[in-house]
Each structure stands twice: as C-alpha cells, then as structure tokens.
C-alpha cells in the first residue's frame, strides 16, 4: 500500500491579497454602452460617484477603465483619460481659424477672436479650453441642465470647476441654448456647440438644424467660425455607418447641412478612445473674398486648401501667439482617410427641424 503526503502551500499576505484581487475581478461590476448596432463597450465599474436625475435627463459620475467619467441617459460625455482629446480639438481650431484668416484678411493686422458663444458644456472643459486664449474677453456658455453643471463641479473639477465658473471672462447661463440663440442680439467671433448627440427625444436636436446654422451665420462677426461636435467620424466607417436611411451616425448630414449655409465646411476627426471611436467635428466659416472679382466659391476652396495645409511653423507661431501652453495635432484631423471621405461623398442628407437625423 503506498501512502501518500500533502504539504500545504504557505503564501505571503501579499500573495493572498493578489488572489482575493484577482477572484474579485472574475465577479466585478460592469459598465456597457451600446456604441452602435451590435457593438457594445464593456468595461469593470470600478465606483459610482454620482448617479441622479435631473428635469432633463439621467445624469451619473462613474469611475471605470477610463478614469472618471460623466455619463448622461447612458451615454459617456467625457473621461479621464482623453477628455483634452475632445475640448482641445473642438475649441482651438476654431480660435485658430479666426485668427490665422483674420490676420490675413486685415493684411498682417492681427485681430484674434474676442468673443466665443457655447452652446452647452456643461462639463466647463470646453469653457476652460477657449479661456487659455487671452486674448478672449467675453465668453457666453448657455447649457440647459443645472444638474450636469453641479455634478461635474463637485465630482469633475479637473474639467475646470469652480476655476471656469469664477473666471471674470465667463458668463454661465443656464437655460436652452436653442432659444438663446433666436433671441440673441449680439454677434461673436466664434460659435462653439458642444451639445449632447442628435438622438430621438434628446435635448438637442434642434441645434443640428440647417434652420438654426442659418441663425447663428447671422450672429457671427465677417469671418467669424462655427463649429460643432459631429458624432462618430471613424476612419474606416464600420457597417452600421452605412445603411442608407437607417444610417445611424451623423457626420455626413451634419457637414452637408452647414454646406447649404456657409461656403466653407471643414469635417475633421480625432481618436477618443472612450467615445469607442474617432470623433467627428465640423468647421464652417465665411472666408473673405480672394479678390474683389473672385467668386465666393473659390474663395472657399482656397481658404479650405490653405487651412487643411498651413504652414507647421505657421500654426506654432499661432499656437504660441494665442493659446497659453498650447499644443496642437493639426494635420493628421483635417487629412480624412479615403474610406472615410468616400462615405461622407455618399451621404447627401441635410437635416432640418422638419426631417431631422438621428444618432443611434
């Protein structure tokens, strides 16, 4: 008969804690996001920071994969980890733009943007992005939800916090920005829309309007730049991109329709790895006329060659003349991949108050 012996294994109290870390892991909370049809990101929930509902939608600050993120109605707004990605992109190349065309057009006279309109942001990142520009004296944010306001001073105030709110350049309006943009009386420099995606019954579907693009041409100053966040935008557009009618992202119709009002449109993308994708914007201005002879539309196609292509050395002089400890990726967003340019070629719809396009 043969006997046999067990000797037990002694582990060290690190050892233990990193097997109670690793058993955890196999039961841990979740985050999911539905990004599109078929396509669900999945993530550990590490905490739950804040989760409310406001008057207008389901607001929560959660901490996950990508740091702190505030989500609204189940959809992330902005993270942690790539939060500068998005506000930086969507704020100075429109300050930029206005800027480098201005200077331009006023033969070497610099004339940088003094005013910039937001619409939305609640977060107070974008609002923190245009006030390193010194040379902006009046900033004007109108968001419609207190809520998302309160939440990300209190759980986000990295994004720019009590900082933003106190800044002497600043003016926080809450209310619908829709409705402050008809009953506006005064221009700016430049019209900034970081507003929630175009999605059925969401709290910001008539900003995405050719009605409302016709509005705020008349509230620019000459030159004057719009811009707006436009959805997913990603480089090789995936299947669901491209389902006709039932196409479920909104990059091209929001180029096509600020086209049928501004003669210069610029679609541009940056990665933001927590959106799940590359994310699209859209740049729209009125360039001055090349010469008094020159048709608008060549004008137009000058100014959107010269912009896409400006000088490296160029754009750090603008840089470092406007923006306080800037930086900037600037060629590689305007430069659309051929994938991606031959789907917006493709889309040819235009979105208005009474047939509006919606984001999934």
Not at 35 to 49: C, F, Q, S, V
Request: charged content about 20%; overall charge negative; glycine content about 8%.
């Amino acid at each position: 008969m043969t006997s046999t012996t067990t000797t037990a294994t002694t582990t060290t109290p690190d050892q233990d804690e990193s097997i109670l870390a690793a058993q955890r892991a196999k039961s841990a909370f979740l985050f999911r996001e539905d990004i599109a049809p078929g396509l669900t990101l999945e993530m550990n929930l590490n905490r739950i920071m804040h989760s409310g509902q406001s008057e207008f939608q389901q607001i929560q600050v959660v901490d996950t994969y990508f740091g702190k993120t505030l989500v609204t109605d189940g959809k992330t707004q902005s993270a942690q980890f790539d939060e500068f990605s998005y506000h930086e992109s969507l704020v100075h190349p429109a300050l930029l733009n206005f800027a480098y065309f201005n200077t331009t057009a006023t033969k070497n006279e610099q004339r940088s943007a003094k005013s910039v309109f937001i619409g939305g942001g609640g977060e107070l990142a974008t609002a923190r992005e245009v006030l390193r520009h010194p040379n902006v004296e009046r900033v004007v944010m109108v968001d419609l939800d207190k809520g998302v306001i309160d939440a990300c001073v209190e759980h986000l105030p990295e994004w720019g916090g009590e900082t933003v709110k106190s800044n002497p350049r600043f003016e926080l309006v809450v209310g619908d920005a829709y409705q402050y943009l008809l009953d506006c009386q005064e221009t700016f420099d430049v019209i900034i829309m970081d507003i929630s995606d175009p999605i059925e019954a969401g709290p910001g579907i008539m900003l995405y309007t050719k009605e409302l693009y016709q509005h705020a041409l008349g509230l620019l100053s000459p030159q004057g730049v719009f811009v707006t966040q436009a959805g997913t935008g990603d480089a090789i557009p995936p299947r669901h991109a491209s389902h006709g009618v039932q196409d479920s992202t909104c990059f091209g119709p929001i180029a096509n329709t600020l086209a049928q009002v501004f003669p210069c449109v610029l679609p541009y993308t940056q990665a933001i790895p927590s959106f799940g994708s590359d994310w699209g914007f859209v740049m729209a201005f009125t360039p001055a006329s090349s010469s008094s002879s020159g048709s608008s539309d060549d004008a137009a196609v000058v100014a959107a060659k010269e912009w896409k292509s400006i000088d490296p050395d160029a754009l750090d002089a603008l840089i470092g003349t406007y923006i306080e400890g800037g930086d900037a990726t600037h060629h590689r967003m305007f430069y659309l991949t051929k994938p991606l340019r031959k789907h917006l070629a493709n889309d040819e719809r235009i979105m208005t108050k009474d047939n509006p396009v919606f984001m999934y």
